[in-house]
């Protein structure tokens, strides 16, 4: 049963007709609607908005993968600073990701792999740079993962109705 503008409907929510879709009278006295706005246009406008929100999170969370495999590597090095033969390993994942966003595959950022690299001599390990990267990498970590809170919040708020 259709609801009429001003009544309750299943979720307890009243809706009102906006100024542009209430009946308008001509000299007849019958009541006309006016043409609602081209469905095709506001529906790709939600869709591409809904996308772009599924690529940031996608990014935000390879970002998170990126920084937890620095991380361990970064903590590698340091355990092994004094360990005759061993050499430095890294993950450069922003410019491997970089690299992701600007290909031609649209799953190329989803379907990406932090990978571990190792320096190809030996090389001796200074812990003050391996610390000062371990730092810069937490709060890349820490940043990322409060932006990735925050939509997800933002989400939940919306779905529930809350305004923020």
């Known amino acids: 049963m259709a609801k009429r503008p001003g009544q309750a409907g299943k979720w307890g929510v009243r809706f009102r007709l906006s100024r542009r879709f209430r009946p308008a009278r001509n000299r007849g006295g019958r009541g006309r609607l006016c043409s609602p706005p ?3 246009r506001v529906a790709w406008s ?4 809904l996308v772009n929100m599924d690529a940031i999170d996608t990014l935000l969370k390879q970002v998170l993968d990126g920084t937890t495999t620095r991380n361990r590597a970064l903590a590698n090095n340091i355990a092994n600073a004094t ?9 450069d994942f922003v410019s491997e990701l970089h690299a992701a966003l600007q290909s031609e595959n649209p799953n190329a950022v989803a379907e990406w792999k ?12 200074r812990l003050e ?3 000062a990267l371990m730092a810069e990498n937490q709060l890349l970590y820490q940043t990322s993962a409060e932006a990735l809170a925050r939509r997800y919040m933002r989400l939940k708020a919306a779905i529930s109705g809350k305004v923020l």
């Open 46 to 49: 939600l869709l591409s908005l």
């Open 83 to 91: 360990t005759a033969g061993y050499r430095r390993r890294d993950v």
């Open 129 to 131: 740079k391996e610390f």
């Open 38 to 40: 081209p469905l095709p």
């Open 114 to 125: 932090p990978k571990m690299d190792t320096a190809r001599r030996e090389i001796p390990i």
